[in-house]
Antibody
Framework: EVQLLESGGGLVQPGGSLRLSCAASGFTFSTSWMHWVRQAPGKGLVWVSRLNSDGSSTAYADSVKGRFTVSRDNAKNTLYLQMNSLRAEDTAVYYC???????????????WGQGTLLTVSS | QSVLTQPPSVSGAPGQRVTISCTGSSSNIGATYDVHWYQQLPGTAPKLLIYDNSNRPSGVPDRFSGSKSGTSASLAITGLQAEDEADYFCQSYDSSLSGYVFGTGTKVTVL
């Protein structure tokens, strides 16, 4: 069974840092592009970042560029999201998801993890 | 940040047909980038429902169908069932933003 399991969420003060992890199983992680998508409470979905299969190419939403860093360990089948300089508006459930498609432009997201909640508040 | 516009809500009686529109622009849907649709049941993670405009992943009932024309796309649900009550999101790529964009989301209510 294809599965993604996020962890690492929690309560952080504004300006703080946190690292999310996403453990993958049931598919060939090392050949899969991966993404992070977030959803603020009661709001819609917002794409956050993308990482290609070997970790050599990244992309970020403007709202997190320079503050978030996506990385992966293919030996551990794990995706990471390092989040620095956190703001209240970063409060959301963070989902990791596998990207499927032939290029960077036709990525669809399937499957999704269950999500991990980040709350940024003093 | 949503650059794809959807109606906030649609509703229908069991067995009826409902459609959800997703309106974009020349930098996303109109630029021939594919549109994908997701279903999010209450309290759960999103699930891929339609990919590449009109294709259904294995296991998705054929009551769900997608189409795309110009700068817009649509999701249709025929034979509406109570279990279809959920939020639905469209998604594509945007060349101006150099990233992926989602629709504003539509809540489907079964009367």
């Amino acid at each position: 069974e294809v599965q993604l399991l996020e962890s690492g969420g929690g309560l952080v003060q504004p300006g703080g840092s946190l690292r999310l992890s996403c453990a993958a199983s049931g598919f060939t992680f090392s050949t899969s592009w991966m993404h992070w998508v977030r959803q603020a409470p009661g709001k819609g979905l917002v794409w956050v970042s993308r990482l290609n299969s070997d970790g050599s190419s990244t992309a970020y939403a403007d709202s997190v560029k320079g503050r978030f860093t996506v990385s992966r360990d293919n030996a551990k089948n794990t995706l990471y999201l390092q989040m620095n300089s956190l703001r209240a508006e970063d409060t959301a459930v963070y989902y990791c998801t596998r990207g499927r498609g032939f290029s960077a432009y036709d990525q669809r997201f399937d499957p999704w993890g269950q999500g991990t909640l980040l709350t940024v508040s003093s | 940040q949503s650059v794809l516009t959807q109606p906030p809500s649609v509703s229908g009686a069991p067995g009826q047909r409902v459609t959800i529109s997703c309106t974009g622009s020349s930098s996303n849907i109109g630029a021939t980038y594919d549109v994908h649709w997701y279903q999010q049941l209450p309290g759960t993670a999103p699930k891929l429902l339609i990919y590449d405009n009109s294709n259904r992943p294995s296991g998705v009932p054929d009551r769900f169908s997608g189409s795309k024309s110009g700068t817009s796309a649509s999701l249709a649900i025929t034979g509406l069932q109570a279990e279809d009550e959920a939020d639905y999101f469209c998604q594509s790529y945007d060349s101006s933003l150099s990233g992926y964009v989602f629709g504003t989301g539509t809540k489907v209510t079964v009367l």
